[in-house]
């Protein structure tokens, strides 16, 4: 591997610093990706997805992959997706406007064919049984359209969640919120964003969801950099409820040969090393 500097999109040499081991890895059983190679994709154990009746999805855009694979793999769960930026409304004007654009010359058919497809895409995910709210996640309401996670706990009487949170650096604003809801969720991944400049936010949000889960696995977004310490800038962390993965021993090195996929693939994936010794490190 190549030195690498923040900004850098090359492998990281060195091995974390050792104030990073909280964020290595228990060892579990069937792991498995859910959603589509590269962008969009996020590896939870198995059993997780068969265990629970409700996904919550924060933050879909136009990309709803792991949804609907999470779906194929457990065809009974409630689905319920949270995304202020997207909506059957959305898609179908800006198509509309599409139309408009062709017209006057300013979009080409080809364009215009890809915001059909997505729109009927779209369509048809919702049909398939998908509850979409067209609303912002946040610690705070600002906006009508922004709903807390008192809201959207309000919103299903299930006990056995999981939750897939990517909301572009607002998910440290519901960490404590998730923490109250603990008892009625069995997994969660998310994607945490700034990890350099936010460092001491991000450490401590981490640290505490460990309080009632703990980590299954983490994977280094390469559409964004490295910070000063080799951590890349976003990290997806996969977590279980605590005491599914007690006594396993801990991963030392990331990613996993044909579980990871690298989000840009036109780089090569971060990988990372964790500095663990004696029982508790495992390559």
């Known amino acids: 591997m190549t ?26 059983d069937s792991l498995i990706r859910v959603g589509r190679s590269h962008d969009g994709g996020y590896v939870i154990p198995e059993p997780c997805a068969r265990a629970v ?3 919550v999805s924060f933050g879909v855009s136009t990309d709803w992959s792991f949804e609907e694979h999470f779906r194929r793999l457990n065809p009974r ?17 800006r198509f509309e406007r599409g139309l408009v654009k062709l017209a006057l010359g300013r979009l080409s058919p080809r364009e215009l064919s890809a915001r059909f497809a997505l729109w009927r895409a779209f369509r ?25 996670l008192d809201k959207v706990f309000g919103r299903t009487e299930s006990s056995h969640v999981f939750l897939k949170i ?33 460092r001491e936010v991000f450490c401590h949000a981490v640290k505490t969801l460990q309080r009632c889960f703990e980590i299954v696995h983490v994977h280094g977004n390469n559409f964004g950099p490295v910070g000063r310490d080799d951590l890349p800038d976003v990290l997806e962390i996969t977590f279980v409820e605590k005491g599914r993965a007690q006594g396993r021993a801990k991963r030392t090195t990331l990613p996993i040969a044909a579980l990871d996929s690298p989000n840009n693939p036109a780089h090569e994936d971060y990988e990372m090393r964790f500095r663990l010794a004696g029982a508790t490190a495992r390559g």
């Open 3 to 28: 030195d690498m500097r923040a900004g850098s999109m090359q492998p990281a040499n060195d091995s974390l610093a050792e104030d990073l081991n909280f964020l290595a890895p228990y060892e579990v």
């Open 53 to 55: 009746d409700t996904l």
């Open 77 to 93: 769960i409630a689905l319920q997706t949270y995304d202020h930026t997207v909506s059957e409304r959305i898609f179908r004007r």
């Open 124 to 148: 048809a995910f919702q049909v398939g049984g998908a509850e979409h709210f067209e609303e912002r996640i946040c610690g705070r309401p600002e906006r009508e359209r922004d709903a807390t």
């Open 166 to 198: 990517d909301i572009e650096g607002s998910e440290y604003g519901i960490i404590d919120d998730i923490l109250r809801y603990a008892d009625r969720i069995r997994g969660i991944v998310i994607e945490f964003h700034d990890t350099d400049k936010l």
